[in-house]
């Protein structure tokens, strides 16, 4: 499915390749920011359970980009391509935010790192994969089909840890909800978006202009 949010004044010269999941969060920082013309293109975050379709995928995208002479910068984490993500934007020169996945993009490094110290067992989840919680855990791993799945991927976690990026008491309560599901205890963070608005801001500093152009392929 595709859907696009546009507001255009001038021709985007920036464009940033993200994760499906990441989509809402980055178009709210885009809103936020009005220096710079920026085009938001993402992949589709079902793709996290078929890591070997972002790569060419993400290749797609940049050559679509070079063909129309923007300068390029990707919001994706590893998410599964066993550094071959990382190998292709060295080759192309191309810069992408700093960590692993998104849970550290949101959190930070330091934080990040201490909440693993506190609780090894520990599933993460954003407002994204709370929002989607039934698609892509209970249907997608099969789980509601086959209860006795449920032990056998979340046998060795002892907690859900809910990263927001917003202070929503809906989410907060479907959070919680997703805990008992899998029979984990729950804790809750605040984060906001973490690392993603000093990535924004820098990526319009190298590369923006004055209007904003923001055009969302959420597939």
């Known amino acids: ?28 920082l885009l809103d936020q920011l009005p220096d710079g013309a920026v085009s938001l293109t993402c992949l589709p ?21 070079r063909r129309k002479g923007m300068q390029i910068a990707v919001a994706y984490g590893d998410c599964g391509t066993g550094g071959t993500l990382d190998a292709f934007l060295e080759a192309e020169q191309i810069p992408r935010i700093a960590g692993p996945h998104c849970y550290e993009m949101f959190l930070g490094k330091v934080k990040f790192d201490a909440e693993m110290e506190t609780a090894l067992g520990t599933f993460f989840l954003t407002d994204y994969m709370v929002r989607h919680f039934e698609r892509i855990v209970m249907k997608g791993m099969g789980i509601r089909q086959h209860p ?28 919680v909800q997703a805990a008992a599901e899998l029979g984990l205890d729950y804790e809750y963070r605040y984060a906001g978006y973490g690392e993603f608005a000093g990535f924004i801001r820098s990526l319009l500093l190298h590369g923006g202009r004055r209007k904003t152009q923001k055009i969302m392929h959420h597939l």
Do not use: S
């Open 148 to 175: 006795e799945l449920r032990d056998m991927y979340f046998g060795q976690y002892t907690r859900v840890l809910y990263i927001a990026q917003t202070d929503c008491k809906k989410l907060r309560a479907k959070a």
């Open 45 to 65: 975050a079902a793709w996290h359970n078929h890591p070997e379709k972002i790569v060419p995928g993400l290749k797609r995208k940049v050559a679509a980009a």
């Open 1 to 28: 499915m595709n859907k696009q949010l546009a507001k255009q004044d001038e021709p985007a010269t920036l464009q940033v390749i993200a994760c499906g999941a990441l989509a809402r969060e980055l178009m709210v």
